[in-house]
């Protein structure tokens, strides 16, 4: 007769990458998570920001030739499209959003500094600025918490 020994087993041990990654993972997710946090502290969080630096000049004329310009459309019902686009932008090129809004909504612009445009059910209107850090930017609709756009910003 055969006798068989217990089978044992040892705790798991996680390796240090894997500890390293999952740590990474979970400050990334914090980072998203606050990143756009309600209230209107605009002044102080853009203060605060270490994502790419827009230069302080807005205008509400056209773009320029060599501008990017991103359609932005709030319907009736609060729903704002395009989400999610990808832009590709580069180092000092003029950005313009172009909204019409058919509700009242709140554009945000997660940039250094930070730009906030409110806009109200009818108004059409286009606002332009540049970014003259390397990176990514999100465009928000904070009343239909939504990201408009992530503009990539390249040298």
Known sequence: MRTTSPVTTSPMRTSPVKTIATTALAAVLAVGLTACGGGDDTDA??????????????SSEAPAEDGVTVDITIGADGKVTPQGDRVEVKVGQEVTLRIS???????????????????????????????????????EAHHADATIAQLVVRP
Do not use: C, M, N
Request: hydrophobic fraction near 30%; proline fraction near 6%; avoid cysteine.
């Open 45 to 58: 969080r853009a203060s605060e920001s270490a994502g790419p630096s827009a230069s302080a000049s807005e």
């Open 101 to 139: 809004a058919r509700a009242d909504e709140e554009i945000h612009v997660h940039s250094d500094p930070e730009h906030t445009y409110e806009v109200e059910a009818g108004d059409t209107v286009s606002k332009s600025f540049t970014l003259d850090t390397p990176g990514q930017v999100a465009v």
